[in-house]
T-cell receptor
Framework: DQQVKQNSPSLSVQEGRISILNCDYT??????FLWYKKYPAEGPTFLIS?????DKNEDGRFTVFLNKSAKHLSLHIVPSQPGDSAVYFC???????????FGTGTRLKVLA | DARVTQTPRHKVTEMGQEVTMRCQPI?????VFWYRQTMMQGLELLAY????????DSGMPKDRFSAEMPDATLATLKIQPSEPRDSAVYFC?????????????FGEGSRLTVL
């Protein structure tokens, strides 16, 4: 039973345009969310987080939006750069547990 | 530069052999995780520890997998006997929820191939 779902296995975007990566979850007790980027042969690296008390968090070119009622979050990358080409994972944890459940990932390809 | 260290980076073994993967978490982190990356499941949580005590290992096949933290600087994941379906990349991650973003720091992974 996949509690965190990334329904788009892959996404291609032109350089300079916006990339939007989506993530859905089923557990209403999740209260903290992370996004990670992963290059081949490397471990995932942290990008940005959001708490359930917020609906938006920005860090440079990266913005995460959280819609609690829809149990949906999205990562926006603006403008997209070729170096952003990687696999992106969202993760969620339940209040007080610090136990992160990850999604299946979305492979982003930014075309020059 | 603090980092999570995993060994071995690559392991090729034959079915039925024992495999042990090791992880050195970042000093001061009190929570350690083992994840497995597969195409179908993404990053699948196998087990995690807090202050060296196992909190949840429900993601592991209990008959063949075991995870331990003999001390605060070492976490191990053992597979005995190994099977071809265990072939995957295994990641260790550590973190501490006190302060900061609560992010997990991942090692570079151990790529296991079971023939």
């Amino acid at each position: 039973d996949q509690q965190v779902k990334q329904n788009s296995p892959s996404l291609s975007v032109q350089e300079g345009r916006i990339s939007i990566l989506n993530c859905d979850y089923t557990n209403s007790m999740f209260d903290y969310f992370l996004w990670y980027k992963k290059y081949p042969a490397e471990g995932p690296t942290f990008l940005i987080s959001i708490s359930s008390i917020k609906d938006k968090n920005e860090d440079g070119r990266f913005t995460v939006f959280l819609n609690k009622s829809a149990k949906h979050l999205s990562l926006h990358i603006v403008p997209s750069q070729p170096g952003d080409s990687a696999v992106y994972f969202c993760a969620a944890s339940e209040e007080g547990t610090y136990k992160y459940i990850f999604g299946t990932g979305t492979r982003l390809k930014v075309l020059a | 530069d603090a980092r999570v260290t995993q060994t071995p980076r690559h392991k090729v073994t034959e079915m039925g052999q024992e495999v042990t993967m090791r992880c050195q978490p970042i000093l001061g982190h009190n929570t350690v995780f083992w994840y497995r990356q597969t195409m179908m499941q993404g990053l699948e949580l196998l087990a995690y520890f807090r202050n060296r005590a196992p909190l949840d290992d429900s993601g592991m096949p209990k008959d063949r997998f075991s995870a331990e933290m003999p001390d605060a600087t070492l976490a191990t994941l053992k597979i005995q006997p190994s099977e071809p379906r265990d072939s995957a990349v295994y990641f260790c991650a550590s973190g501490s929820r006190q302060g900061g973003t609560g992010e997990l720091f991942f090692g570079e992974g151990s790529r296991l191939t079971v023939l």
